[in-house]
T-cell receptor, first 114, second 115 residues
Framework: DAGVIQSPRHEVTEMGQEVTLRCKPISGHDYLFWYRQTMMRGLELLIY????????DSGMPEDRFSAKMPNASFSTLKIQPSEPRDSAVYFC????????????FGPGTRLTVT | AQSVTQLDSQVPVFEEAPVELRCNYSSSVSVYLFWYVQYPNQGLQLLLKYLSGSTLVKGINGFEAEFNKSQTSFHLRKPSVHISDTAEYFC?????????????FGKGTKLSVIP
């Protein structure tokens, strides 16, 4: 298996622009997670899906952030409009439902908002 | 709610020397404990886990960790490090059972192995 795939790996955009981050989880995994990593706050869980259904989005910082999972093999995290404080590394991870703690992470998308 | 404290943000160590990365946690409920490793420009990878049973757990790449309930600690050790162990290490905790998906991570410890 190729592991969790994320694109793009790097994104530089100007404040106010829409940003879409993409994730392909490991085939057969039931859970999909989106995390944000910053120096100040470390790793934070933003949202997770169970069988494509959003279960807990309490970590999503604001209404500017939205996430979707239209099918078992694809998810997006969208920021609209983007702000400089959104600059971070965004990770997608997936897992089996009976081992939800054993999460497989993608390589991340480094987002820079200028 | 849980919290994790990694006491050292950076640990430099010479190659072939032993290393211990410290982790303390706080929780009002039973927990699972984990160490994840992040190599440069990569995602996190599970290194080892404690779910139940023996308090000494062994992971990949020669690492081990010991769960100490009275000290609420889960320190990571390796008797002899290699250059390839240079990475950032994250301690994490989750509730047992249905809440186990919710990992709470520490801020990380950067291990630098010096040739």
């Amino acid at each position: 298996d190729a592991g969790v795939i994320q694109s793009p790996r790097h994104e530089v955009t100007e404040m106010g622009q829409e940003v879409t981050l993409r994730c392909k989880p490991i085939s057969g995994h039931d859970y999909l997670f989106w995390y944000r990593q910053t120096m100040m706050r470390g790793l934070e869980l933003l949202i997770y899906f169970n069988n494509n259904v959003p279960i807990d989005d309490s970590g999503m910082p604001e209404d500017r952030f939205s996430a979707k999972m239209p099918n078992a093999s694809f998810s997006t995290l969208k920021i609209q409009p983007s702000e400089p404080r959104d600059s971070a590394v965004y990770f997608c991870a997936s897992s089996f439902i009976d081992r939800a703690y054993e999460q497989y992470f993608g390589p991340g998308t480094r987002l820079t908002v200028t | 709610a849980q919290s994790v404290t990694q006491l050292d943000s950076q640990v430099p160590v010479f190659e072939e020397a032993p290393v211990e990365l410290r982790c303390n946690y706080s929780s009002s409920v039973s927990v699972y404990l984990f160490w994840y490793v992040q190599y440069p420009n990569q995602g996190l990878q599970l290194l080892l886990k404690y779910l139940s049973g023996s308090t000494l757990v062994k992971g990949i790449n020669g690492f081990e960790a010991e769960f100490n309930k009275s000290q609420t600690s889960f320190h990571l050790r390796k008797p002899s490090v290699h250059i390839s162990d240079t990475a950032e290490y994250f301690c994490a905790v989750s509730q047992t059972g249905a809440g186990s998906y919710q990992l709470t991570f520490g801020k990380g410890t950067k291990l630098s192995v010096i040739p």
